[in-house]
């Protein structure tokens, strides 16, 4: 039974414009303790997605089709369907989230212990002395020295330091899944490094399932079990991280794999993808990547290609032209996609 599944999930932004559809029918399930990557480049509903499913979605925006459903021992209820108290409760206590760009958004003037106490007395928490036990045993678990954090406020801490707060702040009641949004594009190499191996231990010694969005699609494949691509709101690709790294089936998925930095490469030997994602509100018709894809036939412009199993039945792609890529990118499966194509 999976922790989460997410159906048909649709979600518009309403503007004086007109509505703008950031998530088109996306699917997808989450088992227990398994971690799930989200990757795609920026604009592609990442954000609006992870905020749907915790339901904390800005004014004006409006899940048109879908469902959120949530299991724990054995109950499945559907998200869309909590009322307020129950929403509070699935919120921290069942799916916590470390919100993108959250670094740079910690109240200056609040120190860290204070943080830890409006998060707990929110939550019900009254006894000041439990909750700096607790804050001592999360600070614990993610490195910091708890007498040397807990007084500081947010200027006196690193990035890295911040973001491990931000992640023992999102643990304070045991969640059973965690989604982070890019918790570590804001951070320097060797602090992401950090990060990712920080939460490779939580998740080992705490069991909880992940959600992990990034757009980067080689620190996203050091986490997770499996991964999907988005693109313009879309699902395009879904599969195990081995198949989408030696094996990606949608040309998306491929452009983002060039977009790896080798490390063996020369400075700027990263190769973004030409050309821009498509305005939400007027959608090419057919295929939305058709117009940026160096594989498009006239075919691909006709209709929007749906999801179809490739190479294996777990491994899906939203392209009618996926033996064409598995042609192109050979059957050597140990070479990374980057180094096929440099
Ligand atoms: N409040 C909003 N109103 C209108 N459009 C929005 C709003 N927030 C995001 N968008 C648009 O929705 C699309 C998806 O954005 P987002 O979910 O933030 O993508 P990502 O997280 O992948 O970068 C983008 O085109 C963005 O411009
Ligand atoms: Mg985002």
Known sequence: MPVLSVRDLSIDYTTRKGPVHAVRDVSFELEQSETLAIIGESGSGKTTLAVGLIRLSPRGTKVTSGEILYTKKGLTTDVRTLDDDDLREYRWAEAAMVFQAALNSFNPVISIWEQFNDTARAHGMKDSRRVRDRADELLDLVHLDAKRVLPAFPHELSGGMKQRVLIALA????????????????????????????????????????????????????????????????????????????????????????????????????????????????????????????????????????????DTPRHQAACIRWKHVAEVLGSNAEVPVAEKLA
Not at 204 to 223: K, Q, T, W
């Open 171 to 310: 643990l304070m009641l045991e969640p059973q899944l965690v989604i982070l949004d890019e918790p570590t594009t804001a951070l320097d190499i060797l602090t992401q490094r950090s990060i990712i191996d920080l939460l490779k231990q939580l998740r080992e010694r705490l069991g909880f399932s992940m959600i992990f969005i990034s757009h980067d699609l080689s620190i996203a494949a050091e986490l997770a079990d499996r991964m999907i691509t988005m693109y313009a709101g879309r699902v395009v690709e879904e599969a195990n991280v081995d198949d989408m790294f030696y094996r990606p089936r949608h040309p998306y998925s491929v452009g983002l794999l060039r977009a790896v930095p080798r490390v063996s490469g020369a400075l700027g030997s990263v190769a973004s993808i030409p050309g821009s994602p498509p305005d939400l509100m007027r959608l090419p018709k057919g295929c939305s990547y058709a117009p940026r894809c160096p594989y498009a036939i006239d075919e691909c412009r006709a209709a929007d290609p749906p999801l179809i199993p490739v």
